[in-house]
């Protein structure tokens, strides 16, 4: 079976850092694009960052853009997302999500394989 595995949520404080996990059993990671997704309260799922492996395809979006970084591990089947400089406003429940495709996809209707998500908490 496919399974992503989300986790490293928490709470902290604004201008602190974190580093998601999401670990992959079932297929090799560095045969899909992958990316973190995440879902505040009253708000719609919201594309954060995605790559695609031995591609120069990675995107973030721009509320995030030179704060967080995406990554995998090929050794430990493993993506990472990586959190600096937290605001308030990045608090939300964050998913990884997997597809078999040749490039980056920022939409989440795009993924077909999807981690159970891990809070993101924010606040002073």
């Known amino acids: 079976d496919v399974q992503l595995q989300a986790s490293g949520g928490g709470l902290v404080q604004p201008g602190d850092s974190l580093r998601l996990s999401c670990a992959a059993s079932g297929f090799t990671l560095d045969d899909y694009a992958v990316g973190w997704f995440r879902q505040a309260p009253g708000k719609e799922r919201e594309g954060v960052s995605c790559t695609r492996a031995n591609t120069n395809s990675t995107w973030y979006v721009a509320s995030v853009k030179g704060r967080f970084t995406i990554s995998s591990d090929n050794s430990k089947n493993t993506m990472y997302l990586l959190m600096n400089s937290l605001k308030p406003e990045d608090t939300a429940i964050y998913y990884c999500?997997?597809?078999?495709?040749?490039?980056?996809?920022?939409?989440?209707?795009?993924?077909?394989?999807w981690g159970q998500g891990t809070q993101v908490t924010v606040s002073s």
């Open positions: 999500a997997a597809v078999a495709t040749a490039g980056c996809r920022r939409i989440a209707k795009n993924y077909d394989y």
